[in-house]
């Protein structure tokens, strides 16, 4: 399967690009390791930051600024590790089977590699907080499950969280974080024709998080391993929302 198939998040809109207000950050994290992170829009807070998925980077972001209605700052932090696409990004490594069979059930599993990966957006969220700031966490794919575990596993300041086409990864452990996280709006939106990673994932998350007092809106689409311009628009409303306090 190729990786882009997993990363490539797309979206549609109009306009130019936002100016990158700062080419690259270097942000130290709890584990000692670092991240680039690539910033644009205004100076927030708010700030919304977006892990990108497995295979792609923090510059293909970039085409997003122009569909999001936002008054603050974009984040896209660089996954720590490099992949065999020339310029693409990972949170960390994955065994890649055929685009039909998927990935594997991940939601059994801890991967090596991904408590790095949440520790080192943790520590990044954190040194935001200085300025009292308001953060969105989200991602794409693999960016998606790095974005759950910071926010289920850990204690990370958070305004509200952003799913996309993503799937439980050692879904006991999350679960125990839930009920800490009671009242936090979150997104999530999957493609019912996910060949990448099951709908049926995203679904039964989706409906835990809920039971557990979380505000969630759930946003299934007919597509497959995507951000198609329904979900644009309905993340449009789910963020001015969150802005407004509704």
């Known amino acids: 399967m190729p990786a882009v198939a997993i990363g490539k998040a797309r979206s549609w809109g109009s306009g130019r690009w936002l100016p990158v207000i700062a080419a690259v950050l270097v942000a130290s994290s709890a584990c000692g390791s670092s991240l680039e992170v690539l910033t644009a829009g205004r100076d927030g807070p708010p700030t919304l930051v977006l892990l990108h998925g497995y295979g792609s980077s923090a510059q293909e972001w970039m085409p997003f600024t122009q569909s999001i209605v936002w008054p603050g700052r974009f984040v896209f932090p660089q996954g720590l590790e490099r ?4 310029g693409g990004r990972a949170w960390w490594p994955l065994e890649l089977g055929s685009a039909e069979d998927g990935l594997p059930d991940l939601a059994q599993s801890r991967p090596k590699g991904l408590t790095s990966a949440a520790a080192a957006v943790g520590g990044l969220l954190n040194g935001f907080w200085w300025r009292r700031a308001h953060i969105v966490l989200g991602g794409f794919s693999q960016g998606a499950m790095v974005a759950s575990d910071v926010a289920f596993r850990s204690t ?3 305004s509200a969280l952003v799913l996309l086409s993503g799937t439980p990864v050692d879904e006991a452990s999350w679960r125990r974080g839930y009920a800490a996280r009671r009242g936090l709006p979150v997104f999530i939106a999957h493609g019912r024709d996910d060949a990448v990673l099951p ?9 835990d998080l809920a039971a557990s007092g979380l505000r969630v809106t759930w946003v299934p689409f007919d597509g497959g391993h995507e951000i198609p311009a329904e979900v644009v628009i309905a993340l449009n409303q789910f963020l001015r929302s969150v802005r407004e306090g509704t």
């Open 83 to 86: 992949t065999e696409r020339p």
């Open 199 to 207: 709908f049926s994932g995203s679904e039964r998350m989706q409906r």
């Open 156 to 158: 990370a300041r958070l």
